[in-house]
């Protein structure tokens, strides 16, 4: 009996101490410190802060909802860049970094990606706070180093900006972008023989990247010296055929501006050997031959423009006026008509007022018997 009644007593207070013991917070507790003693004998200090957060956030200290939150919002955040809502990536993004939830990588991440949001919306020197935080966490994030290159490079800080985007191709000097991008930091510096090899070598890596941005700039300097730097740049050897059919093309133009439309016609037709879709060359073509009176000539340019470009509205202006000045009438009208339905903001000449000898240059097709103009053409 007394054995029965001690029985009964630990029967009694057996129940109560499970009841006790698989509390919720006390089963928590007690599997956090079973965890924390069993791996800190296999795991080193370099595990055991991840191993603590995992055991907080399931004993509730740090709360796995505060902890999602912020991975959400750094996701969305990102999500809204990618589709250019840039100011709401700004906003889910700050609100991600401040929350203190982020991992180290993904806080490296998501300063970069608010980084390139301002970027996007022009805000340069903030950009640059938070490009320079991603690099700071991580000296080998390539990206980084190519953002805050282009940064540097819209505010005029084009030393900075090739140094970054030097950094970039140290880690990795196969990239194309970082290659294009650091070619436009040596235009604008002024080095165009620098800038036309990082592009040429970017074209070789990635045939998206054209040299049509530094050709550009270097006409805008002046004839001459377009001429001199595009001759060199052909004689270099150093473009592949779709950028040096580029360059003849703007030395084409170069010639042209300057009234030598002999070496100009030459530039042009070998553009379009080189690269036979160039539309601009065909037309640029076909209007010397419209100042040098080849009617023949023009329609054939302009017809091989638009067979490859069915809607250049431009083309169909043009050829019309040499339809004009061969006295097909009905050729002219037609093609009149298909440019203005294809854009109706061009002023369209009346054929009978077309006669003579047609404009030089540009003007070839951009003015009617009267003198107005009825098309821009650069």
Same mark, same amino acid.
């Given at each position: 009996?007394?054995?029965?009644?001690?029985?009964?007593?630990?029967?009694?207070?057996? /129940?109560?101490?499970?009841?006790? @013991?698989?509390? /919720?917070?006390?089963?928590?507790?007690?599997?956090?410190?079973?965890?924390?003693?069993? $791996? #800190?004998?296999?795991?080193?200090?370099?595990?055991?802060?991840?191993?603590? !957060?995992?055991?907080?956030?399931?004993?509730?200290?740090?709360?796995?909802?505060?902890?999602?939150?912020?991975?959400?919002?750094?996701?969305?955040?990102?999500?809204?860049?990618?589709?250019?809502?840039?100011?709401?990536?700004?906003?889910?993004?700050?609100?991600?970094?401040?929350?203190?939830?982020?991992?180290?990588?993904?806080?490296?991440?998501?300063?970069?990606?608010?980084?390139?949001?301002?970027?996007?919306?022009?805000?340069?020197?903030?950009?640059?706070?938070?490009?320079?935080?991603?690099?700071?966490?991580?000296?080998?994030? !390539?990206?980084? $180093?190519?953002?805050?290159?282009?940064?540097?490079?819209?505010?005029?800080?084009?030393?900075?900006?090739?140094?970054?985007?030097? #950094?970039?191709?140290?880690?990795? /000097?196969?990239?194309?972008?970082?290659?294009?991008?650091?070619?436009?930091?040596?235009?604008?510096?002024?080095?165009?023989?620098?800038?036309?090899?990082?592009?040429?070598?970017?074209?070789?890596?990635?045939?998206? $990247?054209?040299?049509?941005?530094?050709?550009?700039?270097?006409?805008?300097?002046?004839?001459?010296?377009?001429?001199?730097?595009?001759?060199?740049?052909?004689?270099?050897?150093?473009?592949?055929?779709?950028?040096?059919?580029?360059?003849?093309?703007?030395?084409?133009?170069?010639?042209?501006?300057?009234?030598?439309?002999?070496?100009?016609?030459?530039?042009?037709?070998?553009?379009?050997?080189?690269?036979?879709?160039?539309?601009?060359?065909?037309?640029?073509? @076909?209007?010397?031959?419209?100042?040098?009176?080849?009617?023949?000539?023009?329609?054939?340019?302009? #017809?091989?423009?638009?067979?490859?470009?069915?809607?250049?509205?431009?083309?169909?202006?043009?050829?019309?006026?040499?339809?004009?000045?061969?006295?097909?009438?009905?050729?002219?009208?037609?093609?009149?008509?298909?440019?203005?339905?294809?854009?109706?903001? !061009?002023?369209?000449?009346?054929?009978?007022?077309?006669?003579?000898?047609?404009? #030089?240059?540009?003007?070839?097709?951009?003015?009617?018997?009267?003198?107005?103009?009825?098309?821009?053409?650069?």
């Amino acid at each position: 009996m007394i054995a029965l009644r001690k029985y009964t007593r630990v029967t009694h207070r057996k /129940p109560q101490r499970l009841r006790k @013991a698989m509390h /919720p917070a006390n089963t928590r507790r007690s599997w956090m410190v079973h965890t924390l003693m069993h $791996f #800190s004998r296999f795991h080193d200090s370099a595990t055991m802060p991840v191993l603590l !957060l995992l055991c907080l956030t399931l004993v509730g200290v740090v709360p796995i909802a505060a902890l999602a939150s912020a991975h959400e919002d750094a996701r969305a955040g990102l999500e809204a860049v990618r589709v250019g809502d840039h100011e709401r990536g700004v906003e889910l993004l700050t609100k991600a970094i401040e929350a203190g939830d982020l991992a180290d990588t993904n806080l490296t991440i998501a300063y970069y990606n608010r980084g390139n949001a301002w970027f996007h919306l022009g805000d340069y020197t903030r950009a640059l706070e938070d490009l320079t935080t991603a690099i700071d966490r991580n000296p080998r994030f !390539l990206e980084a $180093f190519i953002k805050r290159g282009a940064a540097y490079k819209e505010l005029g800080e084009y030393e900075l900006a090739i140094a970054d985007l030097s #950094s970039a191709l140290e880690l990795n /000097p196969n990239n194309g972008r970082a290659l294009f991008m650091r070619g436009l930091a040596w235009s604008l510096a002024g080095d165009a023989e620098a800038a036309m090899r990082d592009m040429a070598a970017a074209h070789r890596i990635d045939q998206r $990247f054209l040299v049509t941005p530094l050709l550009e700039a270097v006409r805008a300097a002046g004839e001459e010296f377009a001429i001199k730097f595009t001759t060199r740049a052909i004689d270099s050897g150093e473009l592949g055929p779709e950028n040096l059919a580029l360059a003849h093309f703007h030395r084409g133009l170069a010639w042209r501006d300057i009234g030598a439309n002999e070496n100009a016609a030459a530039d042009f037709t070998r553009a379009v050997e080189l690269d036979p879709k160039m539309t601009e060359a065909y037309v640029r073509r @076909a209007d010397i031959a419209m100042n040098n009176g080849l009617h023949h000539e023009a329609v054939h340019d302009y #017809s091989e423009a638009l067979a490859v470009d069915p809607t250049m509205a431009e083309a169909y202006l043009r050829r019309g006026v040499a339809w004009a000045r061969l006295g097909d009438r009905t050729q002219a009208v037609r093609d009149f008509a298909a440019a203005r339905e294809l854009d109706d903001s !061009l002023i369209i000449p009346d054929v009978e007022s077309i006669t003579g000898k047609a404009p #030089s240059g540009d003007e070839a097709a951009n003015t009617d018997a009267s003198g107005g103009a009825f098309l821009e053409s650069p």
